[in-house]
């Protein structure tokens, strides 16, 4: 007797789904009163977990053992990351046998391969003995527009409007295309500023600027274990665009800048920042 869940999460490793998405809610399913075992397959963005009751379960207590398990995955749901989707329940496949598959298509936009999905499926219901094809993990399309902003250099507090360069660096493509300058400035009030020139990357949802602990981030597991400071929403995923720094921010520690998506917990492109390309470079305004 099977129950079957799928759960995704956009943007996390296999390990992640195991340890922060599977893992809890296997340890919920084990409560069950007529729990055997369950069987869990993990990759990216995605845990698939099949849980067998034992065979001396009384088959007139089967729907509330399904049901006991559905509102244990519910109520554990709530405490898994942001972002994560479902757990996804499918518990009509009590006495029959199923088979799971993964659709890939390296280099096709997913909107395509979630249509070439449906064809599949379409087509799978038509041979003998199919009763049901579920697609899981499918992502509802959605539309960003670009963001563009166009801000100018603070204006400083003395007549000369001097502002020196104290790091600097070009940001590089992780999860999407990203360029464009990263520059921290000190302005003649003393204030230092983030400033963006030329800058482009992916529109997306709740997108942040993040300083992170460390000289640069090719993934997104380095923001995570290096450590971050926020400095607020991106203003714009296209143009000039100004953060105001906190005065006790130690540069030593925070050496990149990474545009990062919170939603689905991605790196989408990072700057390190040198402090030996202009040391002493001044800017007026």
Known sequence: MLHCEGTAWPG???QEMQDLVA???????????????VETMTRPGLAFMTVTLKDSTPPANVPEEFYQARKKLGDEARNLPSGVLGPFVNDEYSDVTFALYALKAPGMPPRLLARQAETIRQKLLHVPGVKKVNILGERPERIFVNAKVNETMPTATTTDGAGKVLASGSFHSVAHDSSGDASVYQLADGKRILRFTNFKTSN?????????A????????????AGFLELGSLKGNIGDQNYELPADLDLAKYRAVTIWCKRFSVNFGTAPLSTSASPVAEMKQ
């Open 12 to 14: 996390a490793t296999a």
């Open 23 to 37: 893992e809890p809610l296997e340890k919920r399913l084990q409560e069950l009163r007529w729990y055997d075992r």
């Open 204 to 212: 997306g949802p709740d997108v942040h600027v993040y300083l992170v």
């Open 214 to 225: 460390a000289n640069d981030a090719s993934d997104s597991d380095t923001v995570k274990k």
